[in-house]
Structure formats: C-alpha cells, structure tokens
C-alpha cells in the first residue's frame, strides 16, 4: 500500500525559506508521478509542482504562482520526495500535500482526482 507522510512545514518570514518533504513508503518514488499541492483558506486545492516517473521522462513542471521559486526533487535512496520553497510570501500561506501515484501521460496534464494517494498535509504560514 502506497502512503505518503509530509513533514517540515512551519511559520516563516516573507522572503525565507522552508523545504517540504514526503517519505514514501509501499513504492519506490522513482516511478512514480509526484506532485505538490496547496490549499489556502476560501480557496481550492491547486497543483504547484510535479515531477514525472524516472521510467517516464523525468521531468518537473511548476505553476506560474511559484515558478523560479519553487523546486520539486526525490532521492531514491531515502525514498522521499521533496519541495524547496524559497523567497516566500504571505500569499503561500497554505496546506501543502504531496501527492503520487502511477500515471502514463505527463505528471502536468493531471489535476487533483487522478492523485489517489494523498499525504495528510502539513501548515505553511508566511508572516512577520
């Protein structure tokens, strides 16, 4: 059984940094499609980053909202998956969720319900 575990959210000051990351147990992270998603008070869940299987082309997408900002990586080895998030702001307060799962087409052209296996969140807050 697939289950993802997220830890290293907290508060932070606008322009800081924080990383994220997702232990993975059940499958080996390599090959599987992995995303990061966030949901903000009053609004809905939204995609951020992704990255696609190592048997699939490898390749991480961004939103414009953190693009440049924004980093998806994993290690193989520690079968984790991780976002870096540097010069925050108070618009990235949010949950954030990792998201994986086995998927053919490339990790951007999902949205939230293809994601089955869902990690249980972890707070950012972005404030001074």
């Known amino acids: 059984q697939l289950t993802l575990v997220e830890s290293g959210g907290g508060l932070v000051q606008p322009g800081g940094s924080l990383r994220l990351s997702c232990a993975v147990t059940?499958?080996?992270?390599?090959?599987?499609?992995v995303a990061w998603f966030r949901q903000a008070p009053g609004k809905e869940r939204e995609r951020i980053v992704c990255i696609n299987s190592v048997s699939g082309d490898g390749r991480s997408y961004s939103s414009d909202s953190v693009k440049g900002r924004f980093t998806i990586s994993r290690d193989r080895g520690k079968n984790m998956a991780y976002l870096q998030m540097n010069n925050l702001t108070p618009d990235d307060t949010a949950v954030y969720y990792c998201?994986?799962?086995?998927?053919?087409?490339?990790?951007?052209?999902?949205?939230?319900?293809?994601?089955?296996?869902w990690g249980q969140g972890t707070q950012v807050t972005v404030s001074s």
């Open positions: 059940g499958y080996t992270v390599d090959y599987l499609h």
């Open positions: 998201a994986a799962e086995r998927l053919a087409l490339s990790c951007n052209v999902y949205g939230e319900r293809d994601f089955v296996s």
